[in-house]
Structure formats: structure tokens, C-alpha cells
């Protein structure tokens, strides 16, 4: 995702989104969260960045999901259920 394509749909101008990368501006409570959710990235990496991290995989899919629309999410749920229900029966 591009910072204009950020900035646009947080509500604040690209200028911005490149003063927080810098660190010359700080977000508001309400613009992190929006930064947070649009990036699909967890709190904790933002509060907590020293951290370890052992989900790794399962950030990443989290992520991937958040990108899918909604015919596709359909597929993914069908084939998790599938996946489950094959490997209990094993």
C-alpha cells in the first residue's frame, strides 16, 4: 500500500503519514487505531516492539486475510473446515 493510499483512507494528507514514519509526529489515539486496523498489523508490535514474537505465521496470515474480499473468505473458510474435518478423522 502506497502512504497516499494510507493517508487517504485514514483521513489525514500523505505529508503526515511520512512525519510519523520520521517520528516528528505522534498520532492521536484515534489515528493509531485507524493505522492499525488499515495495516492489519497487531497492537502489540506498535506498544511492545522488543517483544518476541512466536506467531509470526499466524500474523501474516492475519494479514492475508485481511486483504481477501468476500467471495474468497468464503473459499477459505470452506477449504479450514474441510482441513479440519479431514484431520480429525485421521
Known sequence: ???????????????????????????????????????????????FPDKPSDDSEIVRLLRELCECDERSMEVVKATTKALIETASKK
Open 1 to 47: 500500500m502506497t502512504v497516499e493510499k494510507l493517508a487517504n483512507k485514514v483521513g489525514v494528507s500523505a505529508r503526515y503519514i511520512y512525519r510519523i514514519e520520521s517520528g516528528l509526529k505522534k498520532p492521536s489515539y484515534d489515528l493509531l487505531c485507524k493505522l492499525i486496523r488499515e495495516l492489519s498489523v497487531s497492537a502489540d508490535l506498535i506498544f
